[in-house]
């Protein structure tokens, strides 16, 4: 069942008759761990992959590549000023960089829920943490890639943030932004320079599945 990182390891800390394994596309946090232990859920941890997040523009709109900082100044909350933190105030590409377009700054992404949003707010984690904008330049989409893909498709100056299965999929209509000069690729990914890479897991319950399929 896809139902998202976090609830498919809530489901399976909750107790020994909840399901057997859950896949993820990040670590158990330490608080999770405590959580599966309160319930008496033993697991073991298997690393099964390797992921990327993606960012996408409609094929044959105007290429950019950013770095991670770039990234971070576009959809964080807060961003460091005269040795404070401040509400992010830029709402155009080029406030980023002179180089960039002056379009908008209007990205989809994934919500809290998911497993790809908490590698997204970890990768772009600065000095005044890693809360994404509620000011509509970060927008959360749920959780169906297709929709962000189409929402982009139909709007040439909007970004969108995927993982890479679906941009595989879609890339005869698809335009894959570099990060730091690097291009999401197979290999890539599996090699873990993409800047934006990221491990999946399979964690599978060791408790005796006979004291809950009886």
Do not use: M
């Amino acid at each position: 069942e896809s139902i998202g990182t976090g609830a498919g390891i809530k489901l399976l800390c909750e107790g020994t008759a909840g399901p057997d394994g859950a896949i993820t596309s990040r670590p158990f946090t330490e608080g999770e761990k405590k959580k599966c232990a309160a319930h008496g859920v033993q697991f073991q941890e298997f690393k099964i992959g390797q992921d990327g997040l993606v960012l996408i523009k409609r094929k044959g709109s105007e290429a950019f590549s950013l770095t991670l900082e770039d990234l971070r100044k576009a959809i964080a909350e807060y961003l460091p000023k005269d040795s404070l933190c401040q509400k992010n105030s830029l709402h155009t590409w080029n406030q980023i960089h002179p180089s960039f377009p002056t379009a908008p700054l209007r990205i989809l992404g994934p919500a809290p829920a998911s497993g790809t949003y908490d590698v997204l707010t970890e990768k772009i984690k600065g000095p005044c943490g890693s809360s994404l904008r509620h000011d509509g330049v970060y927008i959360e989409a749920p959780a169906n890639e297709n929709l962000i893909i189409q929402k982009v498709v139909n709007a040439p100056n909007t970004v969108g943030i995927i993982t890479f299965s679906f941009y595989e999929k879609n890339k005869n209509r698809l335009l894959a932004l570099p990060i730091e000069g690097i291009v999401p690729s197979f290999t890539s990914i599996q090699e873990g320079i993409y800047p934006l890479s990221r491990p999946l897991y399979l964690y599978i319950k060791l408790n005796d599945i006979s004291q809950h399929r009886s």
